[in-house]
């Protein structure tokens, strides 16, 4: 474990402006809060924190990310409180520690490959400032390195895939090379020890078969070019037991048959001179056909620069070569972390740009992603415009940013989204409506009898979910339209006395410029055309005889069923809509206003707005409730005067409750010192509820008057 002294030393050596005392405070702070707990291994809890700052300080990051290092654990495994780490460390770590917190707290159940590279995205989402993923990675690693000390092969297991599957390619996104490397190669170990282990033991076996074989080879290659060519350096090594295994995966080749298991590097100081280097190896060797790569002319997406070639080479053995400078070295094998290592060393960022890092990095990460049109200046940017949520069965699901439980549900599937009528996120319900959040757990709540609501449109963001409600209320307005639309035009035929019929109606379909049957009906149904109009078509020279009045029930008994127009099965708001005057309930007499385009409007007959409609009688519809079937639910609205004294609303409210009404509004007109006016309106099942509500508010001693709401 690294010692106190040692660790501040090391940052001391490469940040001039690191915070010593802070950092000391940092070190005790995490050895003291993590106390006597213990690492699998029996190690002190706070070896851990420790180890995974001494990773980064060889990558010279900053004092601040040493310092979150040594804190990333305390938040979730300890009492520390953010409250603490802001009073004592200040706003700026206590961000960078919350991040690498949300990041650990979240975790990735499904093991399908596509979810891995939505839950790379979303840990990209979730660390906005980049120095929250390294201090993530580092402690990615450094588990790995101690994973052999747990004792449960399932959680060896399940931590390793995940590593593969997660962090080597986020390390490998960020340009962390070696820590992908490394990564890989321990999660290899766990995964797949027998593989490895044959492997690991081949190359021993070739080591000492051909003792010293790398440094014969680096020395001849050193002479064949530096002899009339560039200074260079080689550097030869094996390549690592997991990369060894890919190859062999990839190309379908046994152990024996795979030869370049040797890597060598030609290091040189300038870009022309990798060039050169390339003309004495090709002049010198043979070149293995189809093997030449140039990633200095067109580096890899994540920024890495480097000549690949493969020869036949000293004692004709097959080897890879890769060509760069040094300083495409240092940003091939650590990424965002060279780019930091340069801002701090200030001389070396030739822009001298402070952000430089960042702008190359987002640079990197665009090639692999969608353009990106927001970029805030000192924050990871990469995906805001989404978030990415989990199934309950673990599978994350991306939305764009604003997202909610509707979108979701039609992102798992068309049938989820039309019959959702609940969500619970996070465990808790919450209405339909709500912003989800990156790492939110949604689990839809869905109903048979539910169909898609209008009122979603005005807030979901998906086009897929917008498109599908948009669709579907349109062709229910259509079903809607026609229903309505057959039964206005089948009482106009029996009020001018005829029998209804189709072919009829086929004969002027030509007049109204409608392709069929069903498309005159709709027409009528959403107050395009009207009864009569179809009838005068129909039976050319009818007397018009009908008056307005006459459509008017004069008394609801009386009334012969068959000239009303039910509105049973008619959805209020498509065809049919009730008028906020005067707010219709069953058992209220009540008549039809057709509205062009937008069907009828429902008014009680006594309703004063009707006076405006009384000079165009063809609007007028004679219409009827029906009380068969089940009950449904009406918006009744009372007008109140209530005594001002304490008590008096929760008093009407229960009352109101008792009666089995569902307040949706409420809302105060005036308020004197003795009285206060207000209107409430209450889901009812028709008017004998409302009356029933309305007798039992009379009764109670804070209400003065209470009467139906009118105009
Ligand atoms: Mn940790």
């Not at 995974?52 to 310092?67: P, Q």
């Not at 990675?137 to 297991?157: C, F, G, Q, W």
């Not at 014969?216 to 030869?236: F, H, M, N, Q």
């Not at 599937?413 to 808790?428: E, M, S």
Request: include cysteine.
């Amino acid at each position: 474990m690294m010692r106190q002294y040692e660790l501040v030393e090391r940052v001391k050596a490469y940040d001039a402006d690191a915070r010593e005392a802070l950092l000391n405070k940092a070190y005790v702070y995490a050895t003291q809060k993590h106390g006597s707990q213990k690492r699998a291994n029996g190690d002190p809890y706070f070896s851990h924190p420790i180890e995974v700052a001494g990773i980064l300080t060889n990558y010279k990051l900053d004092c601040d990310t040493i310092i979150t290092a040594l804190l990333h654990d305390t938040i979730e495994d300890t009492d520390a409180t953010p409250e603490e780490i802001n009073k004592l460390f200040g706003p700026k770590i206590l961000k960078l520690v919350d991040g690498v917190t949300k990041l650990t707290q979240i975790e990735l159940k499904s093991a399908d490959s596509k979810q891995a590279e939505n839950f790379r995205k979303l840990l990209l989402a979730m660390s906005e400032d980049i120095r929250v993923l390294l201090v993530k990675l580092a402690d990615r690693l450094h588990n790995m390195r101690t994973l052999h000390y747990i004792s449960k092969p399932e959680k060896r297991v399940r931590i390793a895939a995940e590593t593969l599957e997660i962090y080597a390619p986020l390390a490998e996104r960020i340009g962390m090379h070696d820590i992908k490397e490394e990564l890989e190669d321990l999660a290899f170990q766990h995964l797949n020890a027998d593989a490895r282990n044959s492997i690991t033991a081949r190359l021993e076996f070739l080591r000492k078969k051909d003792d010293n074989i790398v440094e014969r080879i680096v020395k001849e290659l050193e002479r064949v070019i530096s002899t009339d060519g560039p200074k260079v350096e080689i550097y030869g090594r094996e390549k690592r037991p997991y990369s060894i295994w890919q190859k062999m995966q990839r190309k379908n080749i046994t152990f024996g048959e795979l030869s370049d298991i040797m890597a060598f590097r030609a290091m040189v100081d300038t870009m022309p001179q990798c060039y050169e280097v390339l003309g004495y190896l090709h002049a010198a060797y043979k070149v293995v056909p189809g093997r030449f790569k140039d990633y200095i002319s067109t580096p890899k997406p994540n920024g890495y620069r480097s000549i690949h070639t493969t020869v036949i080479g000293p004692e004709n053995h097959r080897i890879e070569v890769q060509i760069r400078t040094h300083e495409m070295h240092e940003v091939n094998e650590n990424g965002v972390a060279a780019h930091w290592a340069y801002k701090q060393g200030g001389g070396r960022d030739k822009e001298g740009t402070q952000y430089r890092w960042l702008r190359d990095l987002l640079d990197i990460m665009e090639h692999a992603t969608e353009p990106e049109e927001f970029l805030e200046h000192t924050k990871l940017a990469m995906f805001q415009d989404q978030v990415f949520c989990f199934s309950p069965k673990g599978d994350v699901i991306a939305l764009p940013a604003g997202g909610t439980p509707v979108d979701f549900a039609y992102m798992i599937h068309t049938h989820i989204g039309d019959t959702c009528v609940g969500a619970k996120v996070n465990g808790a319900m919450v209405p339909l409506r709500t912003q989800l959040n990156n790492g939110d757990q949604v689990e839809i709540v869905t109903s048979k009898a539910q169909t898609p609501n209008p009122t979603w449109e005005r807030f979901v963001v998906t086009g897929k979910a917008r498109a599908r409600i948009r669709r579907f209320i349109r062709q229910q307005q259509e079903d809607q339209y026609r229903d309505l639309g057959k039964a206005i035009v089948q009482k106009a035929f029996r009020q001018a006395g005829y029998d209804y019929s189709e072919k009829g109606l086929e004969g002027v379909l030509k007049i109204f410029k409608q392709p069929n049957v069903v498309a005159l009906v709709t027409a009528v149904g959403a107050g395009h055309i009207t009864g009569r109009e179809v009838i005068n078509a129909v039976f050319p020279g009818t007397k018009d005889a009908q008056t307005a009045r006459k459509f008017v029930p004069q008394d609801g008994k009386n009334r012969k069923r068959d000239h009303a127009i039910p509105l049973k099965g008619l959805i209020p708001g498509m065809a049919v809509h009730y008028a906020g005057c005067c707010h219709p309930l069953p058992g209220d007499r009540i008549v039809g206003i057709v509205t062009t385009g937008k069907g009828v409007t429902i008014h009680t007959i006594d309703c004063d707005t009707l006076e405006t409609f009384a000079d165009q009688p063809e609007r007028w519809l004679d219409v009827g409730w029906d009380n068969d079937g089940e009950p449904e639910h009406f918006v009744g609205r009372l007008g109140l005067t209530v005594a001002h004294e304490s008590g008096a609303l929760s008093a009407i409210t229960s009352v109101i409750a008792k009666n089995h009404g569902n307040i949706t509004n409420l809302r105060f007109v005036s308020r004197t010192q003795d009285f206060f006016e207000m209107l409430i309106d209450i889901d009812v099942v028709d008017v004998k509820h409302l009356t029933n509500i309305i007798a039992a508010l009379r009764a109670n001693p804070v209400v003065n008057t209470v009467e139906r709401a009118r105009g």
